[in-house]
């Protein structure tokens, strides 16, 4: 999952980030990109919608459970389980 964006000038005029297209030529405001390889907050969602179980609590899918020391499920009240 990942989340890209196209910010144009926007960050460059804040850092000031800018390139001459010639030379002589007047400088000009790069564009910039964002990219991450992990949106976070679409990965917790993916997870919820495909391991909520029917009491309202969370299954950890073993592969996570090494990161959660060992925890098989989130309960209701948000502790691990």
Not at 8 to 21: C, E, G, S, V
Not at 57 to 70: A, K
């Amino acid at each position: 999952m990942s989340s890209c964006s196209n910010f144009r000038d926007f960050q460059a005029r804040r850092a000031n980030i800018r390139y001459r297209p010639a030379p002589g030529a007047k400088p000009e405001y790069v564009h910039t990109l964002n990219g991450s390889g992990l949106a976070l907050p679409r990965l917790m969602i993916a997870v919820i919608e495909n391991y909520q179980q029917p009491d309202g609590t969370i299954r950890i899918p073993e592969v996570l459970r090494p990161y959660l020391h060992g925890a098989t499920r989130i309960g209701v009240d948000g502790n691990l389980e």
